[in-house]
């Protein structure tokens, strides 16, 4: 089977090496061919870019294609297409950058980096800061909740409330 599928392969393959060559009788045809494939090629004014582009492209020995051009859409059927009356200008990608500019984005964006490092750096500190004074007031509140309040040792009331004097206050 495999002997057999080989050979029917390398038939196939080599069929049309064996076929008629193109036969060229004089110098008039290979003239003659370039004019009528450019008058073929050449793009008319109606033409978009891209069917100017495709028709240049020569398709020789391919299958031929329907060309979608405004007519062709137009006249299609059940199909929801519309057509411009204004080609829109072509939008190019930027052009490569050079050397140098490459280097000065570069530089730019290590300086941001360096520049996000550090107000990361000083948020990190202030949060830390922050947390440091959060517990030394929370330490301070408590040791005066301790120290200020009426635990039951003291007996004498004028040790807790101060001394009273008979004095009005001095007036404002």
């Known amino acids: 089977m495999k002997p057999a599928l080989t050979i029917a392969f390398a038939a196939a393959i080599a069929l049309p090496l064996f076929g008629d060559p193109q036969k060229s009788t004089g110098s008039d045809q290979t003239t003659a061919k370039p004019a009528a494939a450019a008058t073929d090629t050449a793009p008319s004014a109606a033409d978009s870019p891209l069917v100017a582009a495709m028709k240049r492209a020569h398709r020789r020995g391919r299958k031929a294609t329907n060309v979608i051009t405004n007519d062709t ?49 000083a948020t990190e500190a202030r949060i830390k800061k922050d947390a ?32 009273e004097t008979d004095t009005p206050p001095p007036p404002r």
């Open 73 to 121: 859409l137009k006249s299609a059927k059940g199909g929801h297409v519309s057509t411009t009356t204004v080609q829109r200008a072509v939008e190019l990608p930027p052009a490569e950058l050079t050397p140098a500019e490459v280097e000065a984005k570069k530089a730019q964006a290590e300086k941001d980096l360096a520049e996000k490092k550090e107000r990361q750096e």
């Open 132 to 163: 440091e004074e959060k517990k030394l007031r929370a330490a301070r509140a408590a040791e005066a909740a301790e120290s200020n309040g009426y635990e039951g040792s003291f007996d004498d009331a004028e040790d807790l409330a101060g001394p």
